[in-house]
C-alpha cells in the first residue's frame, strides 16, 4: 500500500516523498489498516464515533478522545495529549472500525488510558517534530557508548522522541535487572531532555526494527501481527519438524511465531493416527514405529533387531493391529498389510523425445551424413542395398534366369577387376 509519491519516475528512479517516516496517506508505514468501511454512510440520526486511532514511530498506536469534534480522516498529523507536554502522530482509523478495534484489544472508551486530542497539529508542531526525529539516530549511537563504558548487559534498540521535544524514551533489551541510575544522570546531563527507559521483549524488538524473515517476506511482527502468543518446541514435535534451533529462530532469537499458524490443522489430523510410544505384537516380533507421513496418513514399524527394514502402514491397518494387541490376539507379521501399499510408479506421459532426461543436451547429435557415407560405400564394393534387393528378388522371379546369369556375369567381372591389382602386387613382391 505504497502512495503515488513512492513510484518510479521518467529516469526509472524511485521518487521517494522524503518525508522520513511520516506519510502523508500512511500508506508506507508498520501495521497499516484498511478502512472497508470508509465509502459507506451512517444511517440517519446516528453520530460518528468519537474515538480515533493514532500512530506513533515504528507502529506503536493509541487511541484518542475526539472532544474538540475535529473533522478528521486518515492520513492527519495531530496533536495529542501527553504527560509531560503533547506528542504528535498520525490518524491511521476513523469511524466504526476504531469501536471494533477497541473491543478487540479491550479498551474501554471512558477508561482514563484514553486521552484526548488538542488539534490538528501546525506548521510550527511539525517543525518541532522534525528537528526531534533527526537527532535519534545520534543520540543512539552516543547512548550505545556510554551503556558500553558503564559495562551495562543491556542493548538500546530504539530511541523515541515526544512530539514537543520534551522527553526521550529509550528502549532496551536485557536478560537480566539492569541498574541503571548512573546511566539516566549521565543522559539526563549529555542530551537536556527527560530521560524515560522503557525495556521491551526481544520479540517486540524485532517487531519495533522489522526486517526480512527466512520465507523472504517482511517479518509478521512488524507488518500485521499484534498479539504475540508463546510458541514451544512441541509445536515443532507436532508438525515432524527437526529441532534445529538455527531453522526454528527467528530474528528475536526465539522461535518463530509461524510455528502456531498450522499447528491447530496437525493436532486434528493426528488424532486418527496411533502413538508413537506403542508398540506392534506380531507372531514375527515386537515392531516399533520409525516414522509417520500426517498429509498421506502413513507409518513405517521396523521388527526389533531388524532396524533396517521398515514396513510402510496405513493408519487405519495400525489401528485394526493395536485392537487386536489389546484382545491378546497377534498378526502374522507386517508384510500382510505392507504388500497391499504397494505403490504404483507408472508414470501419466509417455516420453516420446526425451524430454525427461537431464542429460539429453550432453550426447552429441547423429549427422545425417555419416548414413549417407556408408550407404555409398555399400554401393561401391557391389553389396546392394537391402530395399533394392527385394526390387531385384521381385524382378528375377518375372523375368527368368536371364538376368540372374547377368548380375553373375557382372558380379564375376567385378571381382576379377578388383583381384588384379592384387595379384600384381603379389607378383612384384615376389620377384
Known amino acids: 500500500m505504497g502512495c503515488s509519491s513512492c513510484s518510479s519516475g521518467k529516469d526509472g528512479q524511485p521518487k521517494g516523498c522524503k518525508n522520513n517516516g511520516t506519510c502523508g496517506t500512511d500508506g508506507c508505514n508498520k501495521l497499516t489498516v484498511f478502512d472497508w468501511l470508509s465509502n459507506m454512510s451512517l444511517p440517519s440520526g446516528v453520530a460518528p464515533f468519537h474515538c480515533v486511532e493514532v500512530r506513533f514511530k515504528n507502529g506503536r498506536k493509541a487511541f484518542f478522545k475526539n472532544t474538540e469534534n475535529l473533522s478528521l480522516s486518515i492520513g492527519d498529523i495531530v496533536a495529542t495529549e501527553a504527560s509531560p507536554g503533547h506528542d504528535v502522530g498520525i490518524v491511521t482509523l476513523t469511524g466504526e472500525l476504531v469501536r471494533i478495534q477497541m473491543k478487540k484489544?479491550?479498551?474501554?472508551?471512558?477508561?482514563?488510558?484514553?486521552?484526548?486530542?488538542?488539534?490538528?497539529?501546525?506548521?510550527?508542531?511539525?517543525?518541532?517534530?522534525?528537528?526531534?526525529?533527526?537527532?535519534?539516530?545520534?543520540?543512539?549511537?552516543?547512548?550505545?557508548?556510554?551503556?558500553?563504558?558503564?559495562?551495562?548487559?543491556?542493548?538500546?534498540?530504539?530511541?523515541?522522541?515526544?512530539?514537543?521535544?520534551?522527553?526521550?524514551?529509550?528502549?532496551?533489551?536485557?536478560?537480566?535487572?539492569?541498574?541503571?541510575?548512573?546511566?539516566?544522570?549521565?543522559?539526563?546531563?549529555?542530551?537536556?531532555?527527560?530521560?524515560?527507559?522503557?525495556?521491551?521483549?526481544?520479540?517486540?524488538?524485532?517487531?519495533?526494527?522489522?526486517?526480512?524473515?527466512?520465507?523472504?517476506?517482511?517479518?509478521?511482527?512488524?507488518?500485521?501481527?499484534?498479539?504475540?502468543?508463546?510458541?514451544?518446541?512441541?509445536?515443532?514435535?507436532?508438525?515432524?519438524?527437526?529441532?534445529?534451533?538455527?531453522?526454528?529462530?527467528?530474528?528475536?532469537?526465539?522461535?518463530k511465531c509461524c510455528l502456531n499458524y498450522e499447528l491447530d490443522a496437525y493436532i486434528d489430523a493426528l488424532k486418527d493416527f496411533p502413538k508413537t510410544e506403542t508398540k506392534l505384537q506380531t507372531e514375527k516380533g515386537t515392531a516399533v514405529c520409525q516414522k509417520i507421513d500426517i498429509f498421506k496418513g502413513f507409518l513405517w514399524y521396523a521388527y526389533e533387531g531388524e532396524w533396517m527394514h521398515w514396513h510402510k502402514i496405513s493408519t487405519e491397518d495400525a489401528n485394526e493391529i493395536i485392537v487386536a494387541n489389546n484382545n491378546n490376539e497377534k498378526v502374522a507379521s507386517l508384510e500382510e498389510y505392507a504388500s497391499d501399499l504397494i505403490e504404483d510408479t507408472k508414470t501419466n506421459f509417455e516420453n516420446v523425445v526425451g524430454q525427461d532426461s537431464l542429460t539429453r543436451f550432453d550426447k552429441p547429435k547423429r549427422s545425417n551424413k555419416r548414413r549417407r557415407n556408408r550407404n555409398k560405400k555399400k554401393n561401391t564394393t557391389g553389396k546392394p542395398a537391402p530395399q533394392k534387393q527385394k526390387v531385384t528378388a521381385t524382378a528375377n522371379k518375372s523375368k527368368g534366369g536371364n538376368t540372374e546369369n547377368k548380375n553373375s556375369n557382372k558380379s564375376k567381372n567385378q571381382r576379377n577387376k578388383r583381384r588384379k591389382p592384387q595379384q600384381r602386387r603379389n607378383n612384384n613382391d615376389k620377384s
Not at 512530539?163 to 536478560?175: I, L, M, N, V
Not at 507488518?223 to 534445529?244: E, G, H, I, M
Request: hydrophobic residues 30%; aromatic residues 8%; contains cysteine.
Open 105 to 255: 484489544k479491550k479498551v474501554e472508551v471512558d477508561g482514563e488510558d484514553v486521552k484526548k486530542i488538542y488539534r490538528k497539529a501546525s506548521q510550527k508542531d511539525i517543525d518541532i517534530w522534525q528537528k526531534a526525529r533527526d537527532r535519534e539516530e545520534t543520540i543512539k549511537v552516543r547512548s550505545r557508548e556510554i551503556a558500553i563504558r558503564l559495562q551495562l548487559q543491556m542493548k538500546i534498540s530504539d530511541i523515541e522522541f515526544q512530539g514537543d521535544g520534551s522527553k526521550c524514551t529509550f528502549y532496551y533489551t536485557a536478560e537480566e535487572r539492569v541498574d541503571f541510575r548512573q546511566l539516566i544522570k549521565e543522559f539526563a546531563h549529555e542530551f537536556s531532555t527527560r530521560i524515560e527507559m522503557r525495556q521491551v521483549g526481544f520479540r517486540q524488538e524485532a517487531a519495533r526494527l522489522g526486517g526480512i524473515g527466512s520465507c523472504g517476506r517482511e517479518l509478521c511482527c512488524s507488518t500485521w501481527l499484534t498479539d504475540f502468543r508463546s510458541v514451544n518446541t512441541s509445536a515443532a514435535r507436532y508438525q515432524q519438524l527437526s529441532l534445529n534451533p538455527q531453522k526454528l529462530a527467528g530474528q528475536c532469537g526465539k522461535l
